[in-house]
């Protein structure tokens, strides 16, 4: 993956991250995710984004460069990861919702339970990080640096499956239309609306 692919809003850098490969390599053995569903996130313009209200501690990766890994804990419960997009110093990041499995998938279902099944094992953004081996540790990880994870291109996804939608589970901006995945995948997650969501102006 070239930085230049990556050095765009999120907005338009989520679509383009469709198919696209993240493998994270750990003692356990390797796992590589073909990416199925994103979310943009643009930062202090996006209600919904961790930097809508500036720069911190927790968010500081968001700011850039562009090609670093963004990753936090949502609820308390899962880790999340998100790929940082556009201008250095400007907060924008594409969070992976979704995946299918491509390598590892033994060490991938040790992972999420021997039970759950394959076009299960990635979707959600949650599960995507438990079955690839993702944590806290790899947050501000350079992804086009060749270390423990890595993204590549893949293969391109066609553009007449691509759907966009609004985002999932969030209650401010939740009806921006920064969701993007394959239609008809199995592995894309379902839609939510958030019970705390209201109307808003936006994108």
């Not at 250095?88 to 299918?100: F, K, M, N, Y």
Request: hydrophobic content about 35%.
């Amino acid at each position: 993956m070239n930085v230049d692919v990556l050095a765009h809003p999120a907005e338009e850098v989520a679509p383009r991250l469709l198919g696209s490969v993240l493998t994270c390599k750990t003692p356990e053995g390797t796992v590589s995710i073909a990416v199925t569903e994103t979310e943009a996130y643009s930062g202090t313009a996006d209600p919904a984004s961790h930097a809508y209200r500036g720069r911190t501690p927790r968010n500081a990766v968001m700011f850039g460069p562009a090609g670093h890994l963004y990753v936090y804990r949502s609820h308390g419960l899962h880790w999340c990861a998100n790929i940082v997009t556009g201008t250095d110093g400007i907060a924008s990041a594409v969070l992976i919702r979704a995946g299918r499995v491509i390598e590892g998938e033994n060490l991938a279902r040790e992972r999420r339970g021997e039970k759950v099944e394959s076009p299960r094992l990635a979707r959600g953004p949650g599960n995507f990080c438990q079955a690839l081996g993702i944590t806290g540790e790899h947050n501000g990880a350079d992804l086009l640096a060749g270390a423990s994870v890595t993204l590549s291109e893949g293969e391109s996804a066609p553009a007449a499956l691509i759907q966009v939608g609004p985002r999932v589970g969030v209650s401010k901006a939740h009806d921006w239309q920064h969701r993007f995945y394959l239609a008809g995948d199995p592995t894309v997650s379902a839609y939510r609306l958030s019970p705390r969501a209201k109307p808003s102006a936006g994108a």
